[in-house]
C-alpha cells in the first residue's frame, strides 16, 4: 500500500512568488491534515479536510493560504504571495476516520519551502 | 488548551545503552499520545501510540512507552539503543473528545554513539 505522497520534496521561491504544494493521501483516507513545522519549532496544525469539506482551519495562519481537496482525494496548499516567514516544512497526514476514533494519522515526507 | 512539552532539545547516549527521550502533556480531556520519529531526509513514521488500557505501549524497531496519568508524561525507552536510532523524536497529543488534530511537541534530537 503507498504510504502519504507530497510534491514537490523541495521548493524555493522569492517573496512575493505564489508556491502550490500537493499531498496525496492513502488512498480510502477520507481525512487529511496539513501541518507546517519553521524551523526549530513546534510542528503546527494547519487545517483537516473530510473528504473534500473543511473540517478545522482554524490553524491557517492568514488569508495568503489557501487549501482545496476537490472531489476528495487529493489536496493542494497555495501560498499566495509567499512571504519569508512562510518559510519551513509542510507536512501532510491521512487517517481512516474522524473525531474520537484510535486511527494513526500518517505523514508523508513534508516539502521543504524557501521563501528568499 | 493542550501542549506537549519535551524538555530536552538533544540526548546523548552510547550504543547498547538504555535510552530515554522525555514527553510531558497537557489536555482537558482524556489523551491519546504518539510519538513519530523522523529519518534525516525523511518524513515522520509513527512509532506507537496510547489510546487506553495497559500503561505500557510497544511500538516499532523495539521502542516503547509508558503512559504515566498522574505525572502526565509519555516517556519514549528502549532497553539497548542502535546508532541506526539517531533520529528527530516528537511527542504528540490528541483530545480524543474534542478533536482530530494533534499537538506536537519541538521535537527531541537523539544521537546514539558508537
Known amino acids: 500500500e503507498a504510504g502519504v505522497t507530497q510534491f514537490p520534496s523541495h521548493s524555493v521561491i522569492e517573496k512575493g512568488q505564489t508556491v502550490t504544494l500537493r499531498c496525496d493521501p492513502i488512498?480510502?483516507?477520507?481525512?487529511l491534515y496539513w501541518y507546517r513545522r519553521v524551523m526549530g519549532k513546534e510542528i503546527k496544525f494547519l487545517l483537516h479536510?473530510?473528504?473534500?469539506?473543511?473540517?478545522?482551519e482554524s490553524g491557517m495562519p492568514n488569508n495568503r493560504f489557501l487549501a482545496e481537496r476537490t472531489g476528495g482525494t487529493y489536496s493542494t496548499l497555495k501560498v499566495q504571495p509567499a512571504e519569508l516567514e512562510d518559510s519551513g516544512v509542510y507536512f501532510c497526514?491521512?487517517?481512516?476516520?474522524?473525531?474520537?476514533?484510535?486511527?494513526?494519522?500518517?505523514f508523508g515526507p513534508g516539502t521543504r519551502l524557501t521563501v528568499l | 488548551a493542550q501542549s506537549v512539552a519535551q524538555p530536552e532539545d538533544q540526548v546523548n547516549v552510547a550504543e547498547g545503552n538504555p535510552l530515554t527521550v522525555k514527553c510531558t502533556y497537557s489536555v482537558s480531556g482524556n489523551p491519546y499520545l504518539f510519538w513519530y520519529v523522523q529519518y534525516p531526509n525523511r518524513g515522520l513514521q509513527f512509532l506507537l501510540k496510547?489510546?487506553?488500557?495497559?500503561?505500557l505501549v510497544k511500538g516499532s524497531y523495539g521502542f516503547e512507552a509508558e503512559f504515566n496519568k498522574s505525572q502526565t508524561s509519555f516517556h519514549l525507552k528502549k532497553p539497548s539503543a542502535l546508532v541506526s536510532d539517531s533520529a528527530l523524536y516528537f511527542c504528540?497529543?490528541?483530545?480524543?473528545?474534542?478533536?482530530?488534530?494533534?499537538?506536537f511537541g519541538k521535537g527531541t534530537r537523539l544521537h546514539i554513539l558508537p
Open positions: 479536510f473530510v473528504k473534500e469539506s473543511k473540517q478545522d
Open positions: 497526514a491521512s487517517s481512516q476516520r474522524t473525531v474520537s476514533s484510535t486511527d494513526t494519522q500518517y
Open positions: 504528540a497529543v490528541r483530545d480524543r473528545e474534542r478533536d482530530d488534530k494533534i499537538i
Open positions: 496510547y489510546i487506553t488500557g495497559d500503561n
Open positions: 488512498s480510502g483516507h477520507d481525512n
